[in-house]
């Protein structure tokens, strides 16, 4: 099999935004079906191998294909070029994270070499930059449909080589203010909703946040706001849609987060009837690779592991075993471990190079050394899984 760096340059020399990743998945697939595995491209563009070896444990080691877009400006490096340079490997989803997704490939080829039972399964999943956990969650219900149900799951986002057991979860919230129209030399015979917006967002700042003693506080932060009618005329303004990112934590769910919103608009209404406003998730669609088209509307809940939990110091102690020394963290940014342990309640931690603020940049990059020694810590800890021990 290709060595590992020069695998993750031919996946970085694939552009794969998302719901364009067909070229990486097929790459992902056609490696796997060499190595052994039964690979396929399910109808989400998700490259899924499966390696069974009778009786034991079951392991998924997950990466995401697809990528952010390319920025202008910024780039000394050809984004879709796979150059190396003083020991970095470049281009658009070399740490985010086709470096990871490369070291998984040739770990599992080097498993399939070797003596072990139970099942091993890859996914090079889709879309998750703009869904997080959605496809993983597909593929999981067909994985389960044929039988194959993981008792453990690696999420490969970058952790410089340590061992995350958690992450805050994340939903956009949308609230759409609505006024009544005016001409701007008459405002008093009109409503404006930027104005009432402008109320709610100084309401939402003075809203109360939830800490948790791992994960830390959870965020509610402005990302845009926009107003109606545009262009901008003498008129004011009859709505105005507010947005936000929320990072969230264990115990927050889609209803509650809803619920809690909603009791501040009803108290806005209280004091001034003609204050209107709705919130809702901000959601979007995903097409199928036969057309269908889905509308998803995410919420991937936080999600933490016990430091004491057998997959935490199994990984630990594979990794030491191997000469490495991760320690024992979080992510601060969502993975697809907001499906497998936070929905799917599947044991998971998170391990692989490369640093989060290694990703969405100019000029991404990955150390050629990092990712070399992820591949030896995937194998090092599927088989400690794999064992038992």
Not at 69 to 75: A, K, L, N, Q, T
Not at 220 to 242: F, H, K, T
Not at 259 to 279: K, R, S, T
Not at 369 to 375: L, S
């Amino acid at each position: 099999m290709k060595p590992v760096i020069a695998l993750a340059q031919e996946l970085i020399r694939l552009p794969s935004l998302s719901g364009q990743e067909a070229g990486v998945a097929a790459h992902a697939r056609d490696y796997m079906a060499g190595a052994g595995f039964a690979a396929r491209v399910d109808d989400h563009g998700t490259a899924i191998g499966v390696l069974r070896r009778g009786d034991g444990p079951t392991l998924l080691l997950d990466a995401h294909t697809d990528t952010v877009d390319v920025e202008r400006g910024g780039w000394r490096h050809d984004p879709f070029g796979g150059e190396i340079e003083d020991g970095y490997l470049y281009g658009r989803g070399a740490a985010d994270m086709k470096g990871a997704l490369a070291a998984m490939l040739a770990a599992g080829a080097a498993l399939a070499r070797e003596s072990w039972r139970g099942t091993l399964v890859i996914t090079g999943t889709s879309w998750e930059e703009r869904f997080e956990g959605y496809t993983l969650g597909v593929a999981l219900a067909e994985l389960a449909r044929e039988g194959v149900r993981p008792d453990a799951v690696i999420i490969g986002e970058a952790s410089e080589l340590n061992v995350k057991r958690g992450q805050r979860g994340r939903t956009r919230l949308h609230f759409d203010v609505r006024g009544r129209p005016a001409h701007s030399a008459h405002p008093e015979r009109g409503v404006n909703a930027v104005y009432h917006a402008a109320e709610l967002i100084r309401r939402i700042r003075q809203m109360p946040l939830p800490e948790d003693d791992f994960l830390g506080r959870g965020i509610a932060e402005l990302i845009g706001i926009g107003s109606q009618p545009q262009p901008i005329d003498s008129i004011v303004p009859y709505a105005c849609r507010v947005s936000y990112d929320l990072r969230l934590l264990p115990g927050q769910t889609r209803a509650s987060v809803l619920a809690q919103f909603a009791g501040i608009i009803e108290q806005l209404h209280a004091g001034d009837a003609a204050f209107q406003a709705e919130v809702s998730i901000a959601g979007g669609e995903l097409v199928t690779s036969d057309g269908r088209v889905e509308r998803v509307e995410p919420f991937p809940p936080a999600w933490k592991l016990e430091e004491g939990h057998p997959l935490v110091q199994r990984a630990v102690s594979a990794l030491r075993g191997i000469g490495q020394r991760p320690a024992i963290t979080k992510y601060g940014f969502c993975t697809n471990g907001s499906y497998s342990a936070g929905e799917a309640g599947i044991p998971t931690i998170g391990y692989g190079p490369g640093a989060e603020d290694g990703a969405h940049v100019a000029d991404e990059r990955i150390s050629v050394d990092e990712v070399e020694r992820a591949c030896e810590g995937y194998a090092a800890i599927a088989r400690a899984v794999l064992a038992g021990r």
